[in-house]
C-alpha cells in the first residue's frame, strides 16, 4: 500500500487509481506466465486459512477465509485502496484461461465474512479491457469497481 500511497500523493488520485490499475494488470500477466511454466506465484501460495469448492451441478463456487491480506488492509485502515490489488484475481486468471473470467462475489478486504469466487465466460471486450495496456477493465470484476469507488484514501497524510 505504500507504493500506492506515494503514488496518489504525487499523481491524485485519478491519475494514481489509473497507474494502480496498469501495474495490476502487468502483475497479473507475470503471474500467469508463472503459473503456465509451473512455477509458483503468490495467489498460488495460499493467502486464505481456508479454501473450498461449495455448492453442487453447476452452482458451484470457491469460498476463501482468512484472507491474509484482508487482514493487512484492515490494519492499515486502508481497504478500498488495497482492494484494487484484488483485480489480480480476475486479471491472471483471464491471463491464464483466456475467454473464462473469474470475479468476486464477496470480498474480504471490502468488509464481507470470505472471498466467494464465481466463473463466467469472458466476452470479448473483457478479454480486450484485461489483455490490451491502457484500457479500462475495471468492470470485469463488479464488486471491486462499484465498492472501490470515490476517496481511495481514508485518510490524507
Known amino acids: 500500500l505504500a507504493f500506492a500511497r506515494v503514488l496518489i500523493k504525487h499523481l491524485g488520485e485519478d491519475e494514481a487509481r489509473s497507474a494502480i490499475m496498469e501495474a495490476m494488470r502487468d502483475y497479473s500477466m507475470q503471474c500467469a506466465e508463472a503459473r503456465k511454466a509451473g512455477m509458483m506465484d503468490l495467489p498460488q501460495r495460499g493467502i486464505h486459512k481456508t479454501s473450498e469448492i461449495v455448492g453442487e451441478g453447476g452452482a458451484r463456487r470457491l469460498v476463501s477465509t482468512g484472507c491474509g491480506i484482508a487482514q493487512e488492509f484492515r490494519r492499515q485502515d486502508e481497504e478500498k485502496l488495497g482492494a484494487l490489488y484484488c483485480y489480480v484475481d480476475p486479471c ?37 479491457a484485461v489483455t490490451e495496456p491502457g484500457r479500462d477493465y475495471g468492470f470485469v470484476d463488479p464488486i471491486i469497481e462499484e465498492r472501490a469507488q470515490g476517496d481511495l484514501l481514508k485518510h490524507k497524510k
Do not use: Q, R, W
Open 92 to 128: 491472471s486468471f483471464m491471463f491464464t484461461i483466456p475467454n473464462i473470467k473469474l470475479y468476486h462475489t464477496k470480498m474480504e478486504p471490502l468488509g464481507d465474512d470470505c472471498c466467494e469466487f464465481d466463473l463466467g465466460i469472458a466476452s470479448d471486450d473483457e478479454m480486450a
